[in-house]
């Protein structure tokens, strides 16, 4: 299948919002901030989509107002693009792949509970990677590849090198107990070679063909540079 010929990468965001110690939870503004900032400075347009479509829901911790000061927040914070996607996200159900020449899955603990479970947003990624362009998330976002498939239905993970949000991370964040599973050890179930830092919390990235995944909210900006180098190929 050849390539497209667009410009504009999908980011999906959850949908899903469940509370966690006391707090909602839902997408963690940053991993989704920081990496649009960088394909945006690099020349690509940019489309906010989520499993169930509408209004993205936000992590309370993700928006303090010390956050919501950081630059890449503030950079995307009037584009059309970022304020439309966020109030009223396109449903996955209702997005051409063939549009977009890769996919960004942004984490947050909401991830957990609809990016695995969805079978739009899996039909989404078999098709983008089965056009050969690269598929790529962050920390929980990467739930959504754990069950994902090519185009022959072999597992995207099996024997890649792939990481994500760590049990350690998870654990440290006070999240462990919630979790309705966890992604370290759902990734290595289906044959991931998983990778992380001795270190958590610090930034790590995994390339694998198109397979291209953040470990935490640290890694955010750094996907969005090597899926810019990848696509400068």
């Known amino acids: 299948m050849s390539k497209s010929t667009s410009k504009k990468i999908l980011a999906i965001a959850t949908s899903s919002n469940p509370m966690i110690n006391g707090k909602r939870t839902g997408l963690w503004l940053s991993e989704l901030t920081h990496f649009l900032e960088v394909i945006h400075k690099a020349g690509y347009e940019y489309e906010i989509a ?16 010390a956050q919501l000061k950081d630059p890449a927040n503030v950079y995307v914070a009037d584009h059309v693009a970022f ?6 996200s396109k449903h996955c159900r209702d997005i051409d792949p063939s549009q977009y020449v890769s ?11 609809d990016f695995r479970q ?14 050969g362009q690269p598929v790529t998330g962050v920390c929980h976002g990467v739930s ?15 024997g890649k090198r792939v990481t994500g ?17 966890l992604l370290e050890d759902a990734l290595k179930a289906n044959g991931a070679l998983f990778h992380k830092n001795i270190l958590p919390f610090t930034s790590r990235v995994e390339v694998d063909g198109q397979l291209i995944t953040g470990q935490n909210p640290q890694s955010a900006r750094a996907v969005g540079e090597r899926l810019v180098a990848y696509l400068a190929k």
């Open 50 to 65: 989520s499993p169930s479509g509408g209004k993205i829901p936000l992590d309370e911790h993700s928006v303090t107002p």
């Open 144 to 158: 959504g590849f754990v069950d994902a498939r090519d185009a022959s239905g072999a597992s995207l993970v099996r």
């Open 165 to 181: 949000f760590t049990n350690l991370e998870d654990t440290i964040g006070g999240s462990k107990h919630a979790m309705p599973f």
């Open 118 to 131: 969805s079978s739009d947003l899996q039909r989404l990624i078999t098709h983008i990677h089965t056009a």
């Open 103 to 113: 996919i960004y899955l942004a984490g947050g603990h909401g991830t957990m509970w």
């Open 83 to 88: 304020k439309d996607g966020m109030e009223n």
